[in-house]
């Protein structure tokens, strides 16, 4: 007979990787505040404030704004699987794990997918992106505003300018900047985006940020064709969310309470507030990895604030290295992806992880970390910092 495993208790870590993100106490408490049906008045009430704070995290009015069940990469494909038919011409530019995972989900979606490879590190080249149009039109065109796997961000008024081109609609995966850098959708004529839940929110994973556009909308009202996915088709979903409240799917009712929470933190702050803090402990950051002798893989100018991708000094074994701050500090980041595994460790300072105290933990652990195999730099990363935060 089986025996039944012991209850839970992991351990409390300093979660500043790529994702997840350090979850502040209100929102864990949210969590477990006692479930209601899908249908309860109080719940339906909580859906509708949901809904305005995303519009107003995500500066739009588009009607169709709702989170989806599921983590950002579900987003991802709800966009594309309601956007896309068999046949539609897709542009995607990729220069990271994610917009490889955009080409792969709109070519299961039946989409003719034509790629536009960028610098791993490097924001995308529009003029490439109109180059490979070749005038023709396509139905979308898509790209990541944030690459978490990079820590490059991208213009999307540049990419809205090459949508015009091609006269098609602009898809743009947020799950890295919503709540840690500005996000316009409205103003930057975006068509349909989507975030996730664990990064610069601030909440656990499990539910993905979709909005629409009116034009994105009208294409999912025109389709000829059924959406592929049943779960994740909005033509169905919406109908829950609006006054309707047709059944679809129960939704997950506490996850949605810890984003209500979420987003209601996010605004109390203030959306000004919220980024500049962001900006503010990322350049004290950089300052004292610079101080460490550390290499920034992103240039400045495109470098996403949330996510820093460090290049790993010649000898260190960098696995090693997030192994001690793990042990000696319960403190993780991450490490690289793809073509950068084993080159690169990524740094989060999302949601609430963002603050002081957590940049001079990382730079007294990375320097303690990079002295067990031999590292030293002749600067005080400390210092560094604190220069930042006495300009500030």
Not at 11 to 16: A, E, G, K, N, Q
Not at 40 to 62: C, G, K, Q
Not at 200 to 225: I, Y
């Amino acid at each position: 007979m089986i025996q039944p495993a012991a209850p839970l208790s992991p351990p409390s870590r300093i979660l500043l990787g790529p994702g997840p993100s350090d979850v502040p106490p209100s929102i864990l408490a949210a969590l477990g505040k006692p479930t209601v049906g899908h249908l309860d008045p109080t719940f339906l009430a909580a859906m509708d404030e949901t809904r305005d704070m995303l519009r107003a995290v995500f500066a739009t009015e588009n009607e169709l704004t709702f989170p989806m069940s599921g983590t950002g990469s579900a987003g991802m494909e709800t966009c594309f699987v309601n956007l896309i038919e068999p046949g539609d011409r897709v542009l995607i530019g990729s220069a990271g794990v994610f917009g490889t995972r955009m080409a792969e989900v709109a070519r299961r979606a039946g989409a003719e997918v034509t790629v536009v490879e960028g610098e791993w590190g490097r924001a995308l080249d529009p003029e490439r992106l109109l180059a490979a149009g070749q005038g023709g039109a396509f139905k979308l065109l898509a790209a990541v505003h944030a690459e978490t796997s990079t820590g490059v961000l991208q213009d999307p008024r540049e990419l809205r300018r090459v949508a015009d081109e091609l006269d098609a609609l602009l898809v743009l995966d947020c799950v890295t900047s919503v709540g840690g850098v500005a996000v316009e959708l409205d103003a930057w004529k975006v068509d349909a985006a989507y975030s996730g839940t664990q990064k610069c929110l601030a909440c656990p994973p499990g539910l993905s940020p979709v909005t629409f556009s009116k034009r994105a909308v009208e294409a999912l009202s025109a389709r000829s064709t059924p959406v592929q996915s049943w779960y994740l088709d909005l033509s169905m979903i919406r109908n829950y969310w609006g006054s309707e409240r047709a059944y679809h799917h129960t939704a997950p009712i506490n996850m949605l309470y810890g984003l209500h929470e979420a987003l209601r933190l996010v605004l109390v702050e203030g959306l000004a507030a919220r980024h500049a803090r962001h900006r503010t402990n990322a350049a004290a950051l950089w300052a004292g990895l610079e101080a460490l002798g550390l290499e920034l893989l992103v240039p400045a100018a495109e470098r996403l604030v949330p996510l820093t991708t460090v290049s790993v000094p010649d000898g260190i074994d960098e696995k090693k290295v997030r192994a001690h701050l793990l042990r000696e500090y319960s403190l993780e980041i991450g490490g690289g992806l793809g073509p950068l595994a084993g080159r690169v460790w990524r740094i989060g300072l999302m949601g609430s992880g963002s603050k002081r105290a957590n940049v001079e933990l990382c730079l007294a652990a990375l320097r303690s970390a990079l002295a067990e195999q031999g590292y030293t730099a002749d600067n005080d990363p400390l210092a560094a910092a604190a220069g930042v935060y006495a300009a500030d």
